[in-house]
T-cell receptor, first 118, second 110 residues
């Protein structure tokens, strides 16, 4: 099991460009979560997705940010018209499908993508 | 939604001493409480977790306690070693919905 994979590991963009971050969950996992971590800060929840569905995007900025998890292929976090404040580490995590709210599932993290906006 | 608070934000101890990190949560329906360790430049990794039907769990030098009534849980590290230095995150979840605390930077001085 290769674990959660993210690419690229490092991404440099100039202000105004687009950033695309990819996440492949662990085999058998159907839930993906994206977190942003600013330098010296904690993990900020951004969005939670299942295949072809956004379950909770309450942590996503209203503009410029979008996420998807298509039926085939990795989950994509897209940042349009990047600004310097978008520089951060973006972590993806995945978990198995939970049948009930009363169940619980560990989240496994990917290595992160470090975005630098010049 | 769930809100998790974590204290202290930084903690410095001498090697061999114990370290305690505390978290509180707001959603009484939360039923799973993992703790993650993040070393510099690396991904968060699960070190221990506790389910809501258990009050305490221990794994070698680390232990976690849960008080459901008060909605708080704690991480205890005994006989700390320099390699325990890292940022530790608590989290609370219900089903697939998980929220993290802000993290505690633990420094163990040799």
């Amino acid at each position: 099991n290769a674990g959660v994979m993210q690419n690229p590991r490092h991404l440099v963009r100039r202000r105004g460009q687009e950033a695309r971050l990819r996440c492949s969950p662990m085999k058998g996992h159907s839930h993906v979560y994206w977190y942003r971590q600013l330098p010296e800060e904690g993990l900020k929840f951004m969005v939670y997705l299942q295949k072809e569905n956004i379950i909770d995007e309450s942590g996503m900025p209203k503009e410029r940010f979008s996420a998807e998890f298509p039926k085939e292929g990795p989950s994509i976090l897209r940042i349009q018209q990047v600004v310097r404040g978008d520089s951060a580490a973006y972590f993806c995590a995945s978990s198995e499908r939970t049948q009930q709210v009363s169940s619980y599932n560990e989240q496994f993290f990917g290595p992160g993508t470090r975005l630098t906006v010049l | 939604g769930e809100n998790v608070e974590q204290h202290p934000s930084t903690l410095s101890v001498q090697e061999g001493d114990s370290a305690v990190i505390k978290c509180t949560y707001s959603d009484s329906a939360s039923n799973y409480f993992p703790w993650y360790k993040q070393e510099l430049g690396k991904r968060p990794q699960l070190i221990i977790d506790i389910r809501s039907n258990v009050g305490e769990k221990k794994d070698q030098r680390i232990a976690v306690t849960l008080n459901k009534t008060a909605k708080h849980f704690s991480l205890h590290i005994t006989e700390t070693q320099p390699e325990d230095s890292a940022v530790y995150f608590c989290a609370a979840s219900r089903g697939n919905d998980m929220r993290f605390g802000a993290g505690t930077r633990l420094t163990v001085k040799p």
